[in-house]
């Protein structure tokens, strides 16, 4: 369980692509505090569980499956990725509760300012839409962000100066591949109405 809060960007050190596993190798700082194998970590909003540690690279293990979900298939050497240690008893939620489980790959359709504050417009496939309200929470990239407006086939998120700077969002433009995990409260509402 996470918060959707990165604590810091690592980077890309190999991502060696096997039949049904690939192996990434994550260089970290932060992230490799208090953490040993086994444990669990965000990366890019996707839960990965630690393979290997030496005193500056995590190693994963990562299934096809979550290659097919997530963008973390198209992760190329020094790419920056968005790190989160998983959630300890007792912490502060800082964010929303995230799983690590990505839901799909949603696209940047714009990134504009209005009124001085950088919106981000996002497009995930059609058949994820209802899993968005308004004011209700989304991650993206492994980052808790709040839902602004809703429309026809997207939704936009505001990003503060501070997530721009700490997070791999600064870095995104137009078209770009985005992580995407809905609020598991949404998913759960979704689930109960079928």
């Known amino acids: 369980m996470f918060t959707g809060i990165v604590e810091e960007l690592g980077k ?12 990434l190798e994550i260089e970290a700082d932060k992230a490799l505090e208090g953490v ?3 444990d669990s970590v965000s990366v890019n909003g996707a839960c ?9 690279t995590l190693q994963f ?5 979550t290659l097919k979900k997530s963008n973390l298939g198209e992760l ?11 959630l300890k008893t007792g912490d502060r939620v800082s964010g929303h509760f ?27 496939p059609a058949k994820f839409m209802p899993l968005i309200a308004p004011k ?4 993206v990239e492994g980052v808790s962000l709040t839902v602004v407006d809703k429309k026809s086939g997207s939704f936009t998120v505001y990003m503060i100066p501070h997530t ?3 997070t791999t969002l600064g870095l995104k433009g137009h078209s770009a591949k985005v992580n995407l995990e809905f609020d598991i409260l949404a998913k759960y509402a979704s689930t109960a109405l079928c």
Request: proline letters at 3%; hydrophobic letters at 35%; one cysteine or more.
């Open 164 to 166: 721009l700077k700490s």
């Open 76 to 86: 190329k050497f020094n790419q920056p990725v968005n790190l989160e240690r998983a």
């Open 136 to 139: 209700g929470s989304v991650c």
């Open 36 to 38: 040993k194998t086994g």
């Open 48 to 56: 990965l569980t630690v393979t290997k540690k030496d005193k500056n």
């Open 98 to 124: 995230v799983t690590g489980h990505i839901d799909c790959v949603g696209v940047i359709r714009d990134k504009r300012h209005i009124e001085g504050n950088l919106v981000f417009e996002i497009a995930p």
């Open 61 to 65: 293990d990562v299934m096809n499956e």
């Open 12 to 23: 890309v050190k190999n991502l060696k692509r096997g039949a049904a596993i690939s192996v």
